[in-house]
């Protein structure tokens, strides 16, 4: 019997933070969280539970063969039969995940965002990205090996506005070269 996934949307768009910023990606959002970020923007209740085989059946629809599994926190499903199904159809891998559970092996790419109050395990990764909310970040590269820092700006609404502290963080990095700016670049565009 295949396990079943809980997955919350499956799209075609293009990678808008970090590294991979513009690359053509198929998004496997998975849902549920160890975590309750006040930022999030995953719709948990909007999620399904789907088969591994409906999962590589909806992702192959698309033309680009890079896959990024975010979330939510993708390391809760994640498992190896998905790692292994997704590269024999051709899949870079890249996963976007707090850090708090051990990956399966495999994995190409991966993004380490930490979140306040979370235990982050992992202590490598391909890239680390911080929502910057004024908090201490410089733990996160004391104790995670990378080759790429990032921090974030934190969207919020104030008075039905929607701002967010893009400056501050401009003068963190600006004053820590070893971090660099990302962008939600999708929502700047108006894209998924």
């Given at each position: 019997?295949?396990?079943?996934?809980?997955?919350?949307?499956?799209?075609?768009?293009?990678?808008?933070?970090?590294?991979?910023?513009?690359?053509?990606?198929?998004?496997?959002?998975?849902?549920?969280?160890?975590?309750?970020?006040?930022?999030?923007?995953?719709?948990?209740?909007?999620?399904?539970?789907?088969?591994?085989?409906?999962?590589?059946?909806?992702?192959?629809?698309?033309?680009?063969?890079?896959?990024?599994?975010?979330?939510?926190?993708?390391?809760?499903?994640?498992?190896?039969?998905?790692?292994?199904?997704l590269?024999?159809?051709?899949?870079?891998?890249?996963?976007?995940?707090?850090?708090?559970?051990?990956?399966?092996?495999g994995?190409?790419?991966?993004?380490?965002?930490?979140?306040?109050?979370?235990?982050?395990?992992?202590?490598?990764?391909?890239?680390?990205?911080?929502?910057?909310?004024g908090?201490?970040?410089?733990?996160?590269?004391?104790?995670?090996?990378?080759?790429?820092?990032?921090?974030?700006?934190?969207?919020?609404?104030?008075?039905?506005?929607?701002?967010?502290?893009?400056?501050?963080?401009?003068?963190?990095?600006?004053?820590?070269?070893?971090w660099?700016?990302?962008?939600?670049?999708?929502?700047?565009?108006?894209?998924?």
């Amino acid at each position: 019997m295949d396990s079943l996934y809980r997955i919350n949307e499956i799209f075609y768009s293009l990678q808008g933070e970090g590294h991979h910023t513009g690359t053509p990606a198929v998004f496997i959002r998975f849902s549920g969280c160890n975590l309750r970020c006040p930022f999030c923007d995953t719709d948990f209740a909007s999620s399904r539970a789907i088969t591994l085989g409906e999962i590589m059946e909806s992702a192959m629809r698309y033309p680009a063969r890079f896959v990024v599994l975010t979330g939510g926190e993708p390391s809760l499903q994640a498992d190896d039969a998905l790692v292994r199904a997704l590269h024999d159809a051709g899949f870079y891998i890249a996963i976007e995940t707090n850090g708090t559970h051990a990956l399966p092996a495999g994995i190409d790419w991966v993004t380490v965002s930490p979140k306040e109050g979370g235990k982050v395990v992992l202590t490598d990764a391909s890239e680390v990205k911080v929502v910057f909310t004024g908090q201490e970040v410089e733990r996160y590269h004391a104790d995670i090996r990378s080759s790429h820092y990032y921090l974030q700006p934190c969207a919020r609404t104030i008075d039905g506005d929607m701002t967010d502290n893009r400056e501050e963080v401009i003068d963190y990095c600006m004053a820590h070269p070893h971090w660099h700016l990302s962008l939600q670049t999708h929502k700047l565009l108006g894209i998924r």
